[in-house]
């Protein structure tokens, strides 16, 4: 199994378009070492051919022309995206649905929730039946606790050997939907995605705001886990000055503290341990700050446009 992270940054991406805090200035002049972030979504395959698209982000049509294998070359028109995942429907995170609207309908992985908002609240599924238009399969979310083989799998045609088990997490739908403040099961999920043939398998999960017991099970059932990065601090937003909600408010597991995914990894014992979605605040994104250096001391690396990992 491959995954290749095509885009590593939480929402605006790396630099934002209109910030200028330390690490987005720092980039432009070159004042810090780091390097420049597209908005997250990962790819997975079983053969190098065929790929599930994990979150169609704003940034899609850049990551594909950076990844070659995405386009196979395979027809006069051809894609190497079998079919479309989605974990949320954060605008980051649906809105290059748009940008893959030529050709043949999209096959779209998704819960009952995040469906109902596409065709409602953001309708981009009405709007693209104007075009490719898109066929819906529902994600199924489980919750026991007990054993991660017993939660409700998904295998997508054309991608043979590989099942998508997806957990309902404790986070937040997006800003701009009606259950805001209200979370429905199954608006936000993480995916144990597993290879069937070898047994090994990664956890993602991009927007995670607390570990409840199927989460923590996962992690610990995983051979790589691929996690929420968004922050480092609870209070990074207010502090810097951009907004008055904490990690916790905006469905974020913050890196530091007691309780945060430091501390998290450390406990679930060795595997690979990496960060996705890392907010343009965030100061690991400076390669050469304290906070690095402290990720690197507990074996926990960041994510970058391109990073592959295979399993």
Known sequence: MKIIVLGSAAGGGFPQWNCNCRNCSGLRSGAIRATARTQSSIAVSADGQDWVLINASPDILAQI???????????RRDSGIAAVMLM???IDHVTGLLMLREGKPLPLYCTAPVWHELNNTLPLAPVLSHYCGVRWHELAV???AASIKRLPATQVPGIE???FTPLALSSKAPPYSPHRERPEIGDNIGLLIEDVASGKSVFYAPGLGAIDPPVEAALRHADCVLVDGTF?????MVTLGF????AADMGHLPQSGEAGMIAVLDSIGERRKVLIHINNT???????S??????????IEVAFDGMEIDL
């Open 232 to 236: 480092w601090s609870a209070d990074e």
């Open 161 to 163: 050997g590989i099942r």
């Open 243 to 246: 907004s008055k909600k904490r």
């Open 88 to 90: 949320d429907a954060q």
């Open 142 to 144: 489980g919750s026991d």
């Open 65 to 75: 022309r950076a990844m070659p294998a995405l386009q196979p070359e395979r027809a």
């Open 282 to 288: 965030n100061p690991i994104l400076d390669e050469d």
């Open 290 to 299: 304290e906070q690095r250096v402290l990720l690197a001391r507990h074996g």
